[in-house]
């Protein structure tokens, strides 16, 4: 086993050409990793009114969805109101047309009595004195 591990023995030299392109791989993804980070950050940046626009226009939507919503129960809610109004006019409508009938007939009967009634004579009376009363009732049991 010796002797394999014997032949298996690297330089030095391979050691230290492994650990330095180890150590340059990790600066340059340390390198990358940064310019990625600020290119990110630069793009995040230049995203940020667009993004502020467009939170604007959702809460603009909300907004107008939200009125709509209103607007329509305020609807459904006058609908409501005008058919029974509709309904109410409607028996209104009838209990008119029922009076002029009414008043039709009354009118009828009312074009048959005479213009005028003799009406009789009033007397007047006139009397000066008046009419003699009693002190006592009786009411409280005296005689």
Known sequence: MTDRLARLRVPPHVGVLIGASTAAY???LAAVTGLQAT???ELIAQRAPAVAEVQG???GNQALDDALALAG???DG???AY???GDRLTALETALANL???VHAIDGVSRSLPASVPLPKVT?????????????????GAP
Do not use: C, H, N
């Open 124 to 140: 007047r009376v006139t009397v000066r004195s008046a009419p003699a009363t009693s002190g006592t009732t009786g009411a409280s």
């Open 26 to 28: 990790a600066a340059t």
């Open 100 to 102: 002029a009938a009414s």
């Open 73 to 75: 129960r305020r609807y």
């Open 57 to 59: 226009l959702d809460a």
């Open 78 to 80: 006058l609908s409501q």
């Open 39 to 41: 290119s990110e950050a």
């Open 83 to 85: 058919a029974v109004a």
